[in-house]
C-alpha cells in the first residue's frame, strides 16, 4: 500500500516508515522538517495525496508547551492541521487513516476506592503533593486509592492543551469519517521510548532526561517519590502496531481508537534504576520534587489490540532500557539505519 506518512521524520515516524519499508509497502513522507511540507497547506497536502491508499497522521506539535500562551499554535497544528488534511482526504477519495493518539486523552487515569468503588480523582492539591502526599485522594472520602488499567472506554479528560488538541483530533477524525464514509484507526500510544527518542528538549519523555544526565555522569533526579507508574512502549511496537493497525482499515467505514502500551507498567523510579544499571552510572536520587499537573499514574490495558488486531509487543523492559543505554542497538534497527546514537 502507498501510505503517506506525515511527522515521517520525527521519533515515531521515522520507525513506522522503516516499519511499513519491512513489510513490503510504499511510505511517502510528509513532514515540516522535509522541503516544509505542512498539513495546513491544503495544496502540498492535496499533491502528496496522489496515488495515496492511507494516511497515517503522525505529524503534530508535541510535549506540554511553557504555559497557556502556547494554544493557539497547538490548536494550529493539531486541529486545524488535521482539518485540512482531513478535507484534502476526502477530495483525492483517501477513505482510511491511522492517527497518533494518546494516553493524555484520558487525564488521571482509572482508580478505584476501597468504599466508593471506581471514581475519578481531580488534579492533586498543591498542599498535599507540598506534604509529600502524592497518591490521588477518593473525592468522596479523601482516602488513598487504588490505580487501574485504563481501557479505551474510559471518560476522557484532557487536562492540558496539548491534551485537547489530541482529543480534538479524535473528533474530527470520528465526524469525518461519519461524513464522508472514511475508516479512522486512533492508537493511543503510551510512553513511548527508543532509539532517536528527542533529548534534553523541555519536552523530551523523562526516559530521555534521565539518559542525558546518566551520561554526563550525574545521577538522575526523580521527581515525588518515584513511585509513579506508567507504561513505556518501545518506538519499535508502536511501528508495529500502526501496521497491524493499516490493514484492519480495510474493514470498512467507522472510528475506533486502542490503547497501545507494552502491558508491563513501571514505576518512574524503577524505569531510572533500570538505566543507571544499564549505564554503571550513579543510582538515581529521588527528590521529592514535583509539578503541577502532573499525573500521578497512568498504565494502559492493551489488551483490545492484541485481541482484535493480533498485535504482540517484542521488546522487553530491560531489553530496551538497556538499549536506550547506548550499547546495544537490535539488529532489525541496526540494519534500518534507525540507531541513531544516543
Ligand atoms: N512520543 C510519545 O511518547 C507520544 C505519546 C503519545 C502520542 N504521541 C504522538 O505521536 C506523534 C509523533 O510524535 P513523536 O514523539 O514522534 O514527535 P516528533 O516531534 O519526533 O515527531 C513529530 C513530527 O511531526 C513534524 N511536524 C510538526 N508539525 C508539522 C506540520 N505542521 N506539518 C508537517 N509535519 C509537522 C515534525 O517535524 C516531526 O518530525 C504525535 O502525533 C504525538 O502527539 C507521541
Ligand atoms: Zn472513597
Known amino acids: 500500500m502507498r501510505v503517506l506518512v506525515t511527522g515521517g521524520a520525527g521519533f515515531i515516524g521515522s520507525h513506522i516508515v522503516a516499519e511499513l519499508i519491512g513489510r513490503g509497502h510504499d511510505p511517502v513522507v510528509f513532514d515540516m522538517t522535509e522541503e516544509g511540507r505542512d498539513v495546513r497547506d491544503a495544496a502540498a497536502v492535496r499533491r502528496a495525496l496522489a496515488g495515496v491508499d492511507a494516511v497515517c497522521h503522525q505529524a503534530a506539535k508535541v510535549g506540554l508547551g511553557k504555559d497557556f500562551g502556547d494554544a493557539p499554535a497547538y490548536v ?4 486545524l492541521g488535521t482539518a485540512v488534511l482531513l478535507t484534502q482526504m476526502a477530495d483525492a477519495g483517501v477513505r482510511r487513516l491511522l492517527l497518533a493518539g494518546s494516553m493524555v486523552v484520558y487525564g488521571e487515569g482509572r482508580y478505584a476506592c476501597a468504599a466508593h468503588g471506581v471514581v475519578r480523582p481531580g488534579p492533586r492539591a498543591e498542599a498535599d503533593l507540598k506534604a509529600g502526599r502524592f497518591e490521588p485522594r477518593c473525592p468522596d472520602c479523601g482516602a488513598d486509592l487504588a490505580p487501574g488499567l485504563v481501557s479505551e472506554d474510559a471518560p476522557m479528560d484532557p487536562r492540558n492543551v496539548y491534551a485537547t488538541t489530541k482529543l480534538a483530533q479524535e473528533h474530527l477524525a470520528a465526524a469525518w469519517a461519519r461524513a464522508v464514509g472514511g475508516r479512522v484507526i ?8 527508543g532509539p532517536g527518542m ?5 519536552y523530551a519523555g ?3 532526561l534521565f539518559r542525558s544526565a546518566l551520561a554526563r555522569g550525574a545521577a538522575p533526579r526523580v521527581f515525588e517519590d518515584g513511585g509513579q507508574r506508567r507504561d513505556f512502549v518501545h ?4 511501528a508495529s502496531a500502526n501496521a497491524v493497525a493499516l490493514d484492519a482499515l480495510a474493514e470498512g467505514p467507522g472510528f475506533a481508537a486502542y490503547n497501545v502500551g507494552s502491558g508491563d507498567p513501571r514505576t518512574v523510579g524503577d524505569m531510572a534504576q533500570a538505566l543507571a544499571t544499564a549505564c554503571g552510572g550513579p543510582d538515581p536520587v529521588v527528590t521529592g520534587e514535583y509539578r503541577l499537573g502532573d499525573v500521578r499514574h497512568i498504565t494502559a490495558d492493551s489488551a483490545r489490540l492484541r485481541r482484535e488486531l493480533g498485535w504482540r509487543p517484542a521488546v522487553a523492559f530491560a531489553e530496551g532500557m538497556a538499549e536506550l543505554s547506548g550499547g546495544t542497538a537490535r539488529p532489525a534497527l541496526r540494519e534500518a539505519g534507525l540507531a541513531r546514537q544516543p
Do not use: F, G, K
Open 76 to 79: 494550529s497544528v493539531n486541529d
Open 186 to 193: 486512533s492508537l493511543r500510544y503510551h510512553n513511548v521510548y
Open 198 to 202: 528527542p533529548r534534553d528538549t523541555p
Open 206 to 208: 523523562v526516559a530521555a
Open 235 to 238: 518506538v519499535q511496537d508502536v
